[in-house]
């Protein structure tokens, strides 16, 4: 129903910023609310951020409130992560997906497409 692809990632020093991309296809982008989530070697997927439908509910993770932010295009039928003040703690592979529809989740269980994920390597 919904193909997810994340683009942006990449190399970034100690302090730098990245914006994170993932443009849907399939059906309309906006009735899913959506989420980013990434997954460091040997640790479980973690939960970092979720946007409403219509944009207009987000929440974040304590570790990254304040430093990332959440936004979405839905005319362009994509979903952003705008990340600042990166630490190599932040490496990861980082993914978005869909969930159900309506209201936000920070539960993996909630989402139903996923992306196939973008690596950000922050560097000391």
Do not use: H
């Amino acid at each position: 129903q919904v193909q997810l692809a994340e683009s942006g990632g990449g190399l970034v020093q100690t302090g730098g910023s990245l914006r994170l991309s993932c443009a849907a296809s399939g059906r309309t982008f906006s009735n899913y609310p959506m989420g980013w989530f990434r997954q460091a070697p040997g640790k479980e997927r973690e939960f970092l951020a979720t946007i409403s439908r219509l944009g207009g509910t987000v929440s974040y993770a304590d570790s990254v409130k304040g430093r990332f932010s959440i936004s979405r295009d839905n005319a362009k039928n994509t979903v952003y992560l705008q990340m600042n003040s990166l630490n190599p703690d932040d490496t990861a592979v980082y993914y978005c997906a869909a969930g159900q529809r309506g209201g936000t989740s920070s539960d993996i269980g909630y989402y139903v497409y996923w992306g196939q994920g973008t690596q950000v390597t922050v560097s000391s």
